[in-house]
C-alpha cells in the first residue's frame, strides 16, 4: 500500500515516522494514480477531485494540513467511503490572536500612522478618527472555535460582540457574552466586522458591494478566513471612497502575489502573507495531525479527525 505526500510542505521523514509499517511513503508525481494508492496527504493549494478519486481506486483516507477542506470534492469521497481529515482545531489561539492584532491596528490606526512617519510625515490625524475600543460593535460572522476565541478576546476589551451564524442557537451566543443577530442586523448596527465562516457555495462572496454599503460609513473589515468570502475589488473601491475605514487581509484571491496579480496598496489596508495561523507549535501539529489520520484511517478505525460526510 501507498501514501502519496501531495503537498511538499510535509516532512517525509516525519510522516515515514508515524505510518511506519502501515504504508509506503512517497512523494506524489502528477498525476496522482495507481490501484495501491490508500492515502493522501493534501493541502489547501492541491485540490483533490472528481479525476484524481476516479484515478485512485483503493483510496480510503485523504487528510489535509488545514482547517478548511473545501479544497476537496466531499461529495465524490463519500460515493467512495473515503475518509477526508482535516485539524479543525490546531490554530485556534493563533488565528484569534492574529485577527484582534489586526482589528486593533485598523481601529488605532497603527500601521497607517507608522506608514505616514516612515514617509516623513507627523501628524496624529493621517490615519482618520480612531476609535476608543470600548463600546465598539464587532460583528464576528462565523461562531465557530475561532469566532468564539476572537469574542473571548474582544469583550475583555469593552468591545460589544455582535455573532453572526445561521448554525449557532441564539440562546448559545447570548450565553457566550455576545449578541445573536442575522447579518442584515449586523451590517446595519455594527462598525467593525471580522469574517470566520467556512467557504461554502452559500458563503463565497458573503460581503459584496450591497453589503458594503449598508455598514456604516467608515467600518473597518478584518478577513483572516478565505478570500472568497469577499468581493475583493468591491473592498478597494470602498475604502478608496471612505465607505470602509479601514481593511485588514490575511488572505488573497491570489497566493503569493504575482506580478499579474500584485498584491494591493492602499493607505487604509493591512495584508499579511496568510500567516495569521503560524506559530511554531501550530506548525508541527498541522502536519502531524494528518499523518497520524492516516495511519488510524489505514489500521482499520474512524480517523479522530475525520468529517462526517
Known amino acids: 500500500m501507498r501514501v502519496l505526500v501531495v503537498d511538499p510542505a510535509y516532512s517525509l521523514d516525519d510522516v515515514r515516522g508515524i505510518v511506519d509499517g502501515v504504508a509506503q511513503v512517497e512523494v506524489a508525481t502528477a498525476p496522482w494514480e495507481g490501484s495501491d ?66 482589528l486593533l491596528a485598523l481601529l488605532r490606526g497603527v500601521v497607517a500612522l507608522d506608514r505616514s512617519v516612515r514617509a516623513g510625515g507627523w501628524d496624529h ?25 476572537l ?48 467557504l461554502t457555495p452559500e458563503t463565497r462572496g458573503l460581503i459584496g458591494v450591497a453589503e458594503l454599503a449598508r455598514m456604516p460609513r467608515g467600518s473597518f473589515l478584518v478577513d483572516t478566513s478565505r478570500a472568497a468570502l469577499v468581493d475583493f475589488d468591491a473592498v478597494l473601491t470602498a475604502l478608496d471612497s471612505g465607505q470602509l475605514g479601514g481593511a485588514a487581509f490575511d488572505v488573497l484571491p491570489e497566493e503569493p502575489p504575482s506580478a499579474d496579480a500584485p498584491a494591493p496598496e492602499r493607505p487604509t489596508l493591512i495584508v499579511n502573507p496568510h500567516a495569521a495561523w503560524y506559530s511554531p507549535a501550530t506548525e508541527h501539529e498541522a502536519y502531524r495531525r494528518p499523518a497520524v489520520a492516516v495511519r488510524e484511517a489505514l489500521e482499520g478505525r474512524r480517523p479522530v479527525d475525520a468529517l462526517a460526510l
Not at 88 to 101: I, K, Q
Open 37 to 102: 494508492v490508500v492515502g493522501l496527504l493534501t493541502g489547501p493549494d492541491f485540490p483533490v477531485g472528481e479525476q484524481e478519486f476516479a484515478r485512485l481506486s483503493a483510496l480510503k483516507v485523504v487528510a489535509t494540513c488545514s482547517v478548511g477542506y473545501d479544497h476537496v470534492d466531499l461529495d465524490a469521497a463519500a460515493a467512495r467511503d473515503v475518509w477526508v481529515c482535516n485539524v479543525p482545531d490546531y490554530c485556534v489561539e493563533e488565528m484569534a490572536d492574529s485577527s484582534l492584532a489586526l
Open 125 to 149: 490625524t493621517v490615519a482618520g478618527p480612531l476609535p476608543t475600543l470600548r463600546g465598539t460593535k464587532l460583528a464576528v460572522i462565523g461562531f465557530g472555535r475561532i469566532g468564539r476565541a
Open 151 to 198: 469574542a473571548t478576546r474582544a469583550l475583555a476589551l469593552g468591545l460589544e460582540v455582535w455573532a453572526v451564524d445561521p448554525h449557532v442557537p441564539d440562546e448559545e451566543i447570548s450565553a457566550f457574552g455576545a449578541q445573536p443577530a442575522t447579518l442584515d442586523e449586523a451590517l446595519e448596527s455594527c462598525q467593525a466586522f471580522s469574517l470566520h465562516s467556512v
